[in-house]
């Protein structure tokens, strides 16, 4: 992020939503609106376009919604979703597809605000509803097996990347590592990441490299 104002990428279907969110930031000098977008396709198009420090998208779109935007933009942008619904179904893809944050569209003005400038940061941004949804979901026990991504992070993890190299490499946020790191460490009931890997190689889920 430069040193002039935080620019934005307002991704919503309802043009009375982004006339509202343009206006809100308009108001204030820290912050530039570069753009809007109707649906997922045309926020990949401007966001790729314009450069802006925030994408501030809305997950139910016709056309191409917003998880599948969030994938495609794959890390390079700094999402914060804004949208109606606290679900599972809707907050777990969003983050696992790289969002920066989460945030529903009845949050004061102050609260958005500030989940932009901690966005344009790079910092995790979350509705106290969405993060306590997603820990209980982290507390629940889990037996069930590790997810394709999951086992993509914790063979990094067992390379000794870090959890930046990690999330280069796959091209998610680092705050998404982390997430996959939590669910991996609930499933395998372990407390670390040397942990972790070992009980990985104990299941049989990691095998070790040959020699040759």
């Given at each position: 992020?430069?040193?002039?104002?935080?620019?934005?990428?307002?991704?919503?279907?309802?043009?009375?939503?982004?006339?509202?969110?343009?206006a809100?930031?308009?108001?204030?000098?820290?912050?530039?609106?570069?753009?809007?977008?109707?649906?997922?396709?045309?926020?990949?198009?401007?966001?790729?376009?314009?450069?802006?420090?925030?994408?501030?998208?809305?997950?139910?779109m016709?056309?191409m919604?917003?998880?599948a935007?969030?994938?495609?933009?794959?890390?390079?942008?700094?999402i914060?979703?804004?949208?109606?619904?606290?679900?599972?179904?809707?907050?777990?893809?969003?983050?696992e597809?790289?969002?920066?944050?989460?945030?529903?569209?009845?949050a004061p003005?102050?609260?958005?605000?500030?989940?932009?400038?901690?966005?344009?940061r790079?910092?995790?941004v979350?509705?106290?509803?969405v993060?306590?949804?997603?820990?209980?979901?982290?507390?629940?026990?889990?037996?069930?097996?590790?997810?394709?991504?999951?086992?993509?992070?914790?063979?990094?993890?067992?390379?000794?990347?870090?959890?930046?190299?990690?999330?280069?490499a796959?091209?998610?946020?680092?705050?998404?590592?982390?997430?996959?790191?939590?669910?991996?460490?609930?499933?395998?009931?372990?407390?670390?990441?040397?942990?972790?890997?070992?009980?990985?190689?104990?299941?049989?889920?990691l095998?070790?490299k040959?020699?040759?």
């Open positions: 992020m430069n040193d002039g104002p935080i620019t934005l990428l307002i991704a919503d279907d309802h043009p009375v939503v982004r006339d509202g969110l343009s809100l930031f308009a108001r204030d000098p820290e912050f530039e609106v570069l753009g809007e977008a109707a649906d997922g396709r045309e926020a990949v198009q401007l966001a790729r376009a314009l450069r802006p420090d925030v994408v501030l998208m809305d997950l139910r016709p056309g919604d917003g998880v935007a969030i994938a495609e933009l794959g890390g390079t942008v700094r914060l979703v804004l949208t109606t619904y606290d679900t599972d179904s809707h907050v777990l893809p969003a983050i597809a790289g969002a920066t944050g989460y945030l529903l569209k009845d003005r102050e609260e958005l605000v500030r989940a932009v400038r901690a966005a344009a790079g910092e995790s979350l509705s106290p509803s993060a306590t949804r997603l820990m209980n979901r982290m507390r629940a026990p889990s037996a069930g097996p590790l997810s394709k991504r999951e086992l993509e992070v914790l063979e990094l993890v067992a390379g000794g990347r870090t959890n930046r190299d990690a999330a280069t796959l091209f998610i946020t680092e705050a998404t590592v982390k997430t996959h790191l939590l669910n991996i460490y609930a499933k395998l009931e372990v407390n670390d990441r040397a942990a972790a890997v070992a009980e990985a190689f104990n299941r049989g889920l095998k070790p040959s020699a040759d």
